[in-house]
C-alpha cells in the first residue's frame, strides 16, 4: 500500500516561522506535488489491471475503470 505525502498551509506555517528558505519551501512544496502525481500514476495503472470481480467489489464498472485509467496524471 503506498502513502501520498501531503503538505498542509500549518507546515507551510511552521516552515516560514522557522526561517525556513524560500527554495526550501518551494521544494518541500514540489516534493509533495510530484509524489501525488506518481500517486495517481501508479493507482491508475493498477486499476486497469483489475479483475472483473475486483472491480464489483470496489463498485466500478469496466467501462468506468477503463475511462479512470486512461486518464493522464497530472489530471485529478
Known amino acids: ?11 507551510v ?12 519551501v518551494f521544494a518541500v512544496k514540489f516534493a509533495v506535488y510530484v509524489t501525488k502525481l506518481a500517486s495517481r500514476r501508479r493507482t491508475r495503472k493498477a486499476l486497469a489491471r483489475l479483475e472483473p470481480w475486483q472491480l464489483k467489489d470496489v463498485g466500478l464498472t469496466s467501462e468506468q475503470a477503463h475511462d479512470e485509467s486512461i486518464r493522464v496524471f497530472w489530471k485529478a
Open 1 to 11: 500500500m503506498t502513502q501520498t505525502l501531503t503538505i498542509s498551509h500549518e507546515t
Open 13 to 24: 506555517a511552521i516552515l516560514d516561522q522557522r526561517n525556513t528558505s524560500a527554495v526550501a
